[in-house]
């Protein structure tokens, strides 16, 4: 992984009913290794303009009934107030959740979160892991082969909350957009 100091600056705007989505976020912010995570329900004015100077976002919302928390939406529209000026456009833009289960209906609601960057202006990065049963060396990265973005499913130990190889699905993930966004810029 590169030196923190070189990594470019990735804010990840999170929502989390009971945890599990700021677990993962915390390991996408490892990954990236200069990352911001900031909790939608308190936003603050730094927060605005670690979102508005950041050359990456990463957006990470938890799927309620098939699609993004409503209180993720409300955060979404709230930023739109950029789209005018398009004050994120060019930005690199990657999304990630977790669901109950294996499937959930996760799809669903990364569709939502990359129509939205696209509307943004933003360009979409997806996942690139392929794990097994295709690659035997890297067993249970990205098993749920989600490649639109990064998908975890909720561990039922709840001291955990997300099991060690989505973790390690989703350092991967923030790592590849950092890359993305220091080739990018
Ligand atoms: C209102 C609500 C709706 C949910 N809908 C789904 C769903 O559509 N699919 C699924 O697999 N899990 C669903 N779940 C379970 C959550 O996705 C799961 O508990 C997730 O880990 C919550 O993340 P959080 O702790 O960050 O809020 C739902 C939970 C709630 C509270």
Do not use: C
């Not at 990359?114 to 990265?141: C, F, L, N, R, S």
């Amino acid at each position: 992984m590169k030196d923190p100091q070189t990594n470019p600056p990735i804010a990840i705007p999170v929502f989390s009913g009971s945890g599990h989505t700021t677990r993962l976020a915390q390991a996408v912010a490892q990954g990236a290794g200069n990352a911001r995570v900031i909790d939608i329900q308190q936003m603050t004015d730094a927060d605005w303009h670690a979102l508005d100077a950041a050359p990456a976002i990463i957006f990470g919302t938890p799927t309620y009934m098939g699609s993004s928390a409503a209180r993720y939406d409300a955060f979404l529209e709230e930023a739109s107030d950029r789209w005018p000026a398009q004050l994120w456009a060019d930005k690199i833009a990657g999304g990630f959740t977790v669901a109950t289960f294996p499937s959930g209906d996760k799809l669903s609601t990364l569709m939502r979160l990359a129509v939205y960057a696209a509307q943004m202006g933003m360009i979409w990065v997806g996942q690139a892991e392929i794990g097994a049963p295709v690659d035997p060396e890297k067993p249970d990265i990205n098993s749920a082969g989600s490649w639109l973005g990064l998908s975890a499913t909720s561990s039922r130990d709840k001291s955990l909350l997300i099991e060690a190889p989505d973790m390690e699905t989703a350092r991967r993930f923030g790592k590849r957009i950092s890359m993305a966004a220091s080739r990018w810029f």
